[in-house]
């Protein structure tokens, strides 16, 4: 079989990734999620990439933690937690992002909690607006809708808040923590799609009616099947947009994915998950790609496996297949 390729229909070069390891946990708070990126590329994830599937892999061989721009002191802002400090590690990843993705390149984030996706998504639709002139999609793979506003959110972990910045329904003057986030760093609501949702907070599914978002629960995946929803998913985007697929471990079933720090049973198995991602890639519209919340430190017995289901994951998205 001839070595996958990611379509150049929105990259310079389908053989090319940017790679970005970020081994930061500060919007939740339980730590682990800061060793996964390692564990990742320990597992051959990077080799496989390489070797496998023949991509030209742009990593400069380090996992960000960021910790020369995280603040001494980080008071609680709009009852955020640490908000200083995600938002300093999330605009310096944006800056990485945007740097990757303004050649060309797929760029591939390892995270990580959730709350990187500020970044990751704000950097790559930067790209995309210059790069191409047009709006990017958003494809949200999770067991939680991660769209509170700071208001909404009862526990106050921004891993839970990244949707509603990115699309601006929630904002922070300039000179808050997140007012650095542009409006040619936003997504729209009706550019936007989850997939496996089935922990959903109350204020969050009123924000989803509200603003009818397109969002396909567990219930929708029983109803129709792995296939139908995706049908229905890309659908929506439409056949010429280009799409970032943000890919938190725990939209999977703890039975397949048990080492990450929100586990919810009744979710994903891995092939549908796997399915998801050669579903995304065969659409030649795939620019980037988030991989989040695998926590090695949790569930150690799971650990391996959580790391395998993440890999198997990532090279789904990038083209490996069954046959």
Same mark, same amino acid.
């Given at each position: 079989?001839? %070595?996958?390729?990611?379509? *150049?229909?929105?990259?310079?070069? =389908? &053989?090319?990734? #940017? !790679?970005?390891?970020?081994?930061?946990? +500060?919007?939740?708070?339980?730590?682990?999620?800061?060793?996964?990126?390692?564990?990742?590329?320990?597992?051959?994830?990077?080799?496989?990439?390489?070797?496998?599937?023949?991509?030209?892999?742009?990593?400069?061989?380090?996992?960000?933690?960021?910790?020369?721009?995280?603040?001494?002191?980080?008071?609680?802002?709009?009852?955020?937690?640490?908000?200083?400090?995600?938002?300093?590690?999330?605009?310096?990843?944006?800056?990485?992002?945007?740097?990757?993705?303004?050649?060309?390149?797929?760029?591939?984030?390892?995270?990580?909690?959730?709350?990187?996706?500020?970044?990751?998504?704000?950097?790559?639709?930067?790209?995309?607006?210059?790069?191409?002139?047009?709006?990017?999609?958003?494809?949200?793979?999770?067991?939680? %809708?991660?769209?509170?506003? *700071?208001?909404?959110?009862?526990? =106050? &972990?921004?891993? #839970? !808040?990244?949707?509603?910045?990115?699309? +601006?329904?929630?904002?922070?003057?300039?000179?808050?923590?997140?007012?650095?986030?542009?409006?040619?760093?936003?997504?729209?609501?009706?550019?936007?799609?989850?997939?496996?949702?089935?922990?959903?907070?109350?204020?969050?599914?009123?924000?989803?009616?509200?603003?009818?978002?397109?969002?396909?629960?567990?219930?929708?995946?029983?109803?129709?099947?792995?296939?139908?929803?995706?049908?229905?998913?890309?659908?929506?985007?439409?056949?010429?947009?280009?799409?970032?697929?943000?890919?938190?471990?725990?939209?999977?079933?703890?039975?397949?994915?048990?080492?990450?720090?929100?586990?919810?049973?009744?979710?994903?198995?891995?092939?549908?998950?796997?399915?998801?991602?050669?579903?995304?890639?065969?659409?030649?519209?795939?620019?980037?790609?988030?991989?989040?919340?695998?926590?090695?430190?949790?569930?150690?017995? #799971?650990?391996?496996?959580?790391?395998?289901? +993440?890999?198997?994951?990532?090279?789904?998205?990038?083209?490996?297949?069954?046959?």
């Amino acid at each position: 079989m001839d %070595a996958p390729t990611l379509q *150049p229909k929105f990259l310079a070069n =389908g &053989n090319d990734i #940017g !790679m970005v390891a970020v081994g930061f946990s +500060g919007g939740q708070c339980k730590p682990g999620t800061d060793a996964a990126p390692m564990a990742l590329i320990e597992s051959g994830l990077v080799d496989q990439l390489k070797d496998d599937l023949k991509y030209n892999v742009h990593y400069d061989g380090k996992v960000h933690a960021y910790g020369d721009i995280i603040p001494q002191e980080d008071p609680d802002h709009r009852q955020m937690k640490k908000p200083r400090a995600v938002s300093a590690v999330t605009q310096k990843l944006s800056q990485q992002v945007y740097d990757h993705a303004k050649e060309g390149r797929f760029v591939l984030t390892l995270g990580g909690d959730h709350s990187i996706a500020i970044g990751t998504i704000s950097g790559t639709a930067k790209a995309i607006r210059e790069r191409m002139g047009r709006e990017m999609a958003v494809i949200w793979v999770d067991a939680h %809708a991660d769209i509170n506003t *700071p208001e909404t959110s009862d526990s =106050g &972990n921004i891993h #839970g !808040m990244p949707v509603s910045f990115l699309t +601006g329904l929630a904002s922070d003057k300039p000179d808050a923590p997140f007012g650095w986030i542009k409006d040619d760093q936003k997504v729209s609501v009706k550019k936007l799609v989850y997939i496996g949702l089935r922990d959903v907070d109350r204020g969050e599914k009123k924000i989803l009616r509200d603003h009818g978002i397109k969002a396909f629960s567990m219930h929708d995946v029983d109803r129709h099947g792995i296939g139908k929803v995706m049908d229905m998913a890309l659908g929506w985007i439409g056949s010429d947009t280009p799409i970032h697929l943000s890919f938190d471990i725990d939209a999977l079933d703890p039975m397949w994915a048990p080492s990450t720090g929100t586990a919810v049973r009744g979710g994903l198995t891995l092939r549908e998950g796997d399915f998801i991602a050669e579903c995304v890639h065969e659409t030649g519209s795939l620019v980037a790609l988030d991989l989040v919340e695998v926590n090695p430190s949790l569930e150690e017995q #799971g650990a391996a496996e959580t790391v395998r289901a +993440g890999v198997s994951i990532v090279r789904c998205a990038l083209g490996d297949t069954l046959l």
